[in-house]
Nanobody, 121 residues
């Protein structure tokens, strides 16, 4: 069973930085993709960043974070990171790690429990 565990959330002032981590375990094969999503109170979950393991287009960012956030992966340890710089109050949300596996005719999405990021002075 795939498990995703996020860490690194917390309270930060506007303009500050945070680094989130997502450790994946329980998969015997590479994920098709790993990514970060976020959900603020009263809003729908939205894409933050996603990395594709086997695609020529390796990374995609949500429009709201382009140029400020950077996603990276350590495939050897199945760990993904999200470096968040120049944080804004509107970045406040629960951040979720996502991993996707693909098999013929089947897609499985896995989610972490989420980590709270609060940007406030």
């Amino acid at each position: 069973q795939v498990q995703l565990v996020e860490s690194g959330g917390g309270l930060v002032q506007p303009g500050g930085s945070l680094r989130l981590s997502c450790a994946a375990s329980g998969s015997d094969f590479s994920f098709y993709s790993m990514g970060w999503y976020r959900q603020a109170p009263g809003k729908e979950r939205e894409l933050v960043a996603v990395t594709f393991t086997f695609s020529p287009v390796s990374t995609k960012y949500g429009d709201n974070v382009k140029g400020r956030f950077t996603v990276s992966r350590d495939n050897g340890s199945n760990t993904m990171y999200l470096q968040m710089n120049s944080l804004k109050p509107e970045d406040t949300a629960i951040y979720y790690c996502n991993a996707v596996t693909l098999a013929p005719g089947q897609r499985e999405d896995y989610w972490g429990q989420g980590t709270q990021v609060t940007v406030s002075s």
